[in-house]
């Protein structure tokens, strides 16, 4: 189960790219001061998450590539039961989370949603290689200087995830793309 929970935390990791996107308030301040680096992780892993829930979910019907398919269907899988953990964490810290995408991140996401076949596939694969950089950067910068314990280990505990989805990414980048 622990397993189950840290491969799911790291898919959230990919959350990053559209993490910026969610809008926040503070319902009350936790324990002493909130900590900025803290909350800001948490509002861009949520968004991020949101953002690879939402492009998966159109790889199943815009992609011709079985592989694309399969691997949007895991980003949705994997990242749905992340974002739940990383929600329950923001309610903890009294964070209001707004799923709504930022402009820039609907922008990409209506950007595949206009593309079908080999289009789709070759803008997906770049979108995904690109969110995957962010979200490592930004889950490696929570582990090593964040100040809440939990969300330093869900980021550390999240990273293997992280880039074993960048390398799949970056496989089919190589083959089922070159169609």
């Known amino acids: ?9 790291v898919l ?16 009350q301040p936790e324990a002493g001061m909130v900590q900025q680096q ?14 690879e ?3 998966g979910t159109l790889a199943k019907t815009n992609s011709t590539s079985p592989q694309i398919m399969e ?4 980003m949705e899988q994997d990242h749905h039961s992340v974002n739940e953990k990383l929600r329950e964490m923001a309610r903890k810290k009294g964070y209001n989370v707004n799923d709504k995408l930022s402009s820039d991140a609907q922008q990409q996401f209506d950007k595949l949603k ?16 690109s969110d995957h950089h962010k979200a490592i950067e930004l889950f490696t910068q929570q ?7 939990e969300l330093k280990t869900f980021a550390s505990e999240a990273l293997p995830k992280l880039r074993d989805h960048l390398t799949r990414i970056e496989q ?8």
């Not at 803290?38 to 953002?51: I, P, S, Y």
């Not at 691997?71 to 895991?74: A, E, L, N, R, S």
């Not at 206009?114 to 290689?129: A, I, K, S, W």
């Open 114 to 129: 206009n593309l079908h076949g080999t289009d789709f596939d070759r803008e997906f694969v770049t979108q995904m290689v």
């Open 143 to 149: 582990s090593e200087r964040g100040q809440n314990a």
């Open 38 to 51: 803290d909350h800001d992780f948490v509002m861009k892993a949520l968004e991020g998450g949101n953002a």
């Open 53 to 55: 829930i939402m492009k």
């Open 71 to 74: 691997y949007g269907k895991m």
């Open 1 to 9: 189960m622990k397993k189950k929970i840290i491969v799911l935390l």
């Open 12 to 27: 959230f990791g990919t959350a990053y790219v559209h993490a910026q996107q969610t809008r926040t308030t503070k319902k």
């Open 172 to 179: 089919l980048q190589g083959t089922a793309v070159k169609r």
